[in-house]
């Protein structure tokens, strides 16, 4: 509306310039050469001022929100990551841990199954033994 406004007020203006300018010539006074119509065009240009300080102003807002919540994000997945990094090393110091265990296990098992089929001839032996003698003894 300013703006079509001004137009208007431009358009006459011309036409009002073009009167003085043949009572210039006709050697009328020129008084009212120039109306006061600035006052318009300065409250349009603070209006579209004001209009851009606040759109500028908003746009800062959301850059500051979104630069805070992504250095908020950011922090939150180095931590994770630091999380997980300290959980996979102390599954692998268990995994470590437990293939150690694994194999003194095994090895123990050898072991005693050594020892289990030496007791188990042995027993035999005494077995054969005894049998021996009580058929001695009762002979």
Known sequence: KRLTAFVQSTASDEAAADEVEDEV?????????????GGDIIETLQGLLEKAEAQLDDLRNKETSGAHNFEMLQQSLEDEVKVANKDMDDAKKGV?????SKASAEGDLETTSKDLATDTEAKGDLHQSCMTKAEDFEA
Do not use: D, I
Request: aromatic share 6%; charged share 10%; proline share 6%.
């Open 25 to 37: 010539a006709l050697g009328a006074p020129a008084a009212a050469v120039y109306k006061g119509h």
């Open 96 to 100: 470590a841990s437990n293939g150690e």
